[in-house]
């Protein structure tokens, strides 16, 4: 199964914008759905968007028309645009990678995101 790497994160002003990517190993990253996750201090962790195998995207109502979820099979990557930060976007952001046919999944180690206001 894939094991995933994430990067990007960092301390941004309320307004502002980064960008995480997901760097997976192994040789089926194109055959997994690929998430975004996040956990917030004191809270449960909540899907904030998905890619399909396919190319499809489901997002969370909070982050919709803000976050852009997005997959390079060739570089075996998976990114989250975030546009508009607010202070309540503030958490931890996981990787999440599943395989549908095999049903192994893989979580990556999680990035710091701060947004300050």
């Known amino acids: 199964q894939v094991q995933l790497v994430e990067s990007g994160g960092g301390l941004v002003q309320a307004g502002g914008s980064l960008r995480l990517s997901c760097a997976a190993s192994?040789?089926?990253?194109?055959?997994?759905?690929m998430h975004w996750y996040r956990q917030a201090p004191g809270k449960q962790r909540e899907l904030v968007a998905l890619?399909?195998?396919?190319?499809?995207?489901v997002y969370a109502d909070s982050v919709k028309d803000r976050f852009t979820i997005s997959r390079d099979n060739a570089k075996n990557t998976v990114y989250l645009q975030m546009n508009s930060l607010k202070p309540e976007d503030t958490a931890v952001y996981y990787c999440?990678?599943?395989?549908?046919?095999?049903?192994?999944?893989?979580w990556g180690q999680g990035t710091q995101v701060t947004v300050s206001s």
């Open positions: 192994g040789s089926d990253f194109g055959r997994n759905a």
């Open positions: 999440y990678a599943f395989n549908s046919v095999t049903k192994r999944h893989s």
């Open positions: 890619i399909t195998v396919g190319g499809s995207t």
